[in-house]
């Protein structure tokens, strides 16, 4: 009867293992940008006809000899053909930061951190960029448990985490077939706490995998795009100003309607914003 409850433990660990690497591909599908630089033509082509490596090459260019609207501008252009990954927004975000666009800078390394939450340069600059916003929000306090699992879930990515709680499955799975199979005392005792032991290894890594691709899809966070803009008591330009916000400040979504979002930021003040004065992470 034992072993019987514990292979239907592992029958649901399997079918856990698959939906952590459905979270895998979907991460992976994302990073369909070119990442290596190629050669420069002899002869630039219009922004329309040239391939996505000879405008990352433009723009890398640009960047270096310090034109940074002009580098904004083409890595926007890749971005419009429908590519992105970790080292484009990285550096559109960097470009934005130059040319003193703050409050994109800051939406860009947001969404390059979401696909490299692990990346301490990204997060350095994400720091200075927010460093410099007008708004001085404090957070409400949170659990240090809950605190602490974030912090170590956004070690890596939901890649990451995927094929980590695939392998810890496997090690299970080798394991508990140590445990049914051997003869010798102690080689089962080893394959039961070792199955024990993979087996809260794959349950951590699985949920924060999951945390993880919910966290990157996730639609309901969003920067303050405008300069200033006023917070209102009701969707209506009419209504009561409550608060103002400024540019790059990090608002959470909670209600939308008829052009307008129900925000609330880090110290738990609500209002109603125009959806147009912000942009979706």
Request: charge should be negative; include cysteine.
């Amino acid at each position: 009867m034992k072993r019987l409850i514990l292979f239907l433990t592992w029958v649901w660990g399997v079918s856990a293992g698959v939906q952590a690497q459905e979270a895998a591909d979907s991460v992976a599908a994302a990073d369909v940008a070119a990442t290596e630089v190629s050669p420069a033509p002899e002869a630039d082509a219009p922004a329309s006809e040239a391939t996505p490596d000879e405008l990352w090459d433009r723009a890398n260019t640009a960047y270096i000899n310090g034109d940074y609207h002009t580098a904004t501008e083409i890595y926007g252009e890749i971005l419009d053909r429908g590519l992105s990954s970790v080292k484009l927004y990285y550096n559109l975000g960097n470009s934005c930061f130059k040319e003193g666009r703050l409050g994109e800078s800051i939406l860009y390394y947001r969404r390059a951190l979401r696909l490299a939450p692990g990346n301490d340069d990204i997060r350095y600059n994400l720091g200075v960029a927010e460093a410099r916003t007008k708004d001085n929000i404090e957070r409400i306090p949170e659990f240090f448990l809950t605190q602490w699992a974030r912090s170590v879930r956004h070690t890596m990515s939901c890649t990451a985490w995927s094929i980590l709680s695939l392998l810890a499955l496997v090690c299970a799975l080798s394991f508990f077939l140590c445990y049914l199979l051997a003869r010798r005392l102690s080689l089962r005792k080893t394959g039961f706490y070792g199955t024990m032991a993979a087996a809260v290894v794959f349950m951590l890594t699985t949920w924060f995998a999951l945390g993880e691709r919910r966290e990157m899809l996730d639609d309901s966070q969003a920067v303050v795009m405008s300069l200033s803009t006023a917070v209102k008591s009701s969707p209506d330009r009419s209504a009561t100003d409550l608060f103002v916000l400024h540019e790059g400040t990090l608002v959470e979504i909670t209600n939308r309607l008829d052009g307008w979002c129900e925000i609330t930021i880090a110290d738990g003040k609500k209002g109603w914003l125009e959806s147009k004065t912000i942009e979706t992470i």
